[in-house]
């Protein structure tokens, strides 16, 4: 099992960029997914999360109204679009799967409630 994350890079303030995260080794569409970072010396927060249909999102305060999460289960990838990026976005980037066992609505929103981790990806902003 395996999440790919991909799609990080150095932006200027207000550009964009996509973020994906690609599941291998099982199939995650009954999983909730979420991305979340974590810059230096700061613990892992979430940014967004999905639930394993895609009716119910959830974002966190400081990117709501320019991040996007969505999903393409026959895909079996997550993706971030960010846009109106600013230099506190500046982090490393992970997505995360719970295990797909609970079909629920309700996004967990801290790192002990996902089962599966990508690697990360880092997004740095310039001023």
């Known amino acids: 099992v395996q999440l790919q994350a991909s799609g990080g890079g150095l932006v200027q303030a207000g550009g964009s960029l996509r973020l994906s995260c690609a599941a291998s080794?099982?199939?995650?569409?009954?999983?909730?997914m979420g991305w979340f970072r974590q810059a230096p010396g700061k613990e892992r927060d979430i940014v967004a999360g999905?639930?394993?249909?895609?009716?119910?999102?959830l974002y966190a305060d400081s990117v709501k109204g320019r991040f996007t999460i969505s999903r393409d289960n026959a895909k079996n990838t997550v993706y971030l679009q960010m846009n109106s990026l600013k230099p506190e976005d500046t982090a490393a980037y992970y997505c995360?799967?719970?295990?797909?066992?609970?079909?629920?609505?309700?996004?967990?929103?801290?790192?002990?409630?996902?089962?599966?981790w990508g690697q990360g990806t880092q997004v740095t902003v310039s001023s």
């Open positions: 080794g099982r199939t995650f569409s009954n999983s909730n």
């Open positions: 995360a799967a719970e295990r797909g066992i609970r079909l629920s609505t309700i996004i967990r929103t801290t790192p002990s409630g996902y089962d599966y």
């Open positions: 999905i639930n394993w249909t895609g009716g119910t999102i």
